[in-house]
């Protein structure tokens, strides 16, 4: 009994920010907090894709729908925090390991997306029908970083990761470059989630 009680007072362990740091696009005043409380990863035949979501509730059917290139579009408020960013890393030549640093041409394949200033996902029809954060959306990838990555699909992935630099934009708005800064660090571990490898991805 006296377990039982002491199970549900504890309720479920709580789920803890695997990345620290934040981002902040250069002449701007706002800024992306990163988390990294899930992640989820695959590889197939070299090319290798990890996904680290800022929300505690993200799962490893959401993210895979969300950024599925044939998906119907699902509401992001479950993979992002508000004023948060979401981090994707995307290679090929995987084999079990891999780690580069400050290569452009390696993390360009990548992206960081942060959902910035005051604002919700709001869905909008037309053309480009699909959700959309309403205040500043900034998106691009590191320059300055360094990834150190190993795992299978078979288990799970743990990612090793600095970031300082980035370049970006905020693509919604205008075509200027605005260049990021933020110390970003942490370990990650990903889930293995077979449903990446449908997301078009491979």
Not at 15 to 24: A, F, Q, R, V, Y
Not at 63 to 92: R, W
Not at 139 to 146: D, Q, V
Request: net charge negative.
């Amino acid at each position: 009994m006296s377990l039982l009680f002491w199970m549900l007072a504890c309720g479920p362990a709580p789920i803890n920010p695997m990345l620290e740091g934040s981002l902040t696009p250069e002449g701007h005043e706002l800024n992306g907090d990163f988390f990294g409380y899930r992640a989820f990863g695959f590889d197939n035949q070299g090319v290798l894709l990890v996904y680290i979501a800022s929300h505690r509730e993200a799962t490893c059917e959401s993210v895979a729908q969300y950024i599925g290139f044939e998906s119907e579009p699902i509401d992001p408020s479950t993979i992002y925090e508000d004023q948060s960013c979401n981090l994707m890393i995307k290679t090929t030549g995987y084999e079990g390991s891999w780690e580069v640093s400050d290569d452009r041409i390696q993390s360009a394949s990548s992206s960081i997306n942060c959902n910035m200033g005051d604002g919700e996902w709001e869905y909008q029809h037309g053309a480009d029908s699909g959700y959309n954060w309403t205040g500043k959306l900034w998106a691009g990838f590191p320059i300055l970083y360094s990834w150190n990555i190993s795992g299978d699909r078979d288990s799970e992935y743990i990612l090793d990761i600095e970031m300082t630099e980035y370049e970006g934009s905020f693509p919604r708005e205008e075509f200027s470059r605005y260049p990021a800064f933020g110390n970003v660090s942490g370990t990650v571990t990903a889930e293995a989630c077979i449903e990446l490898g449908s997301s078009g991805h491979f």
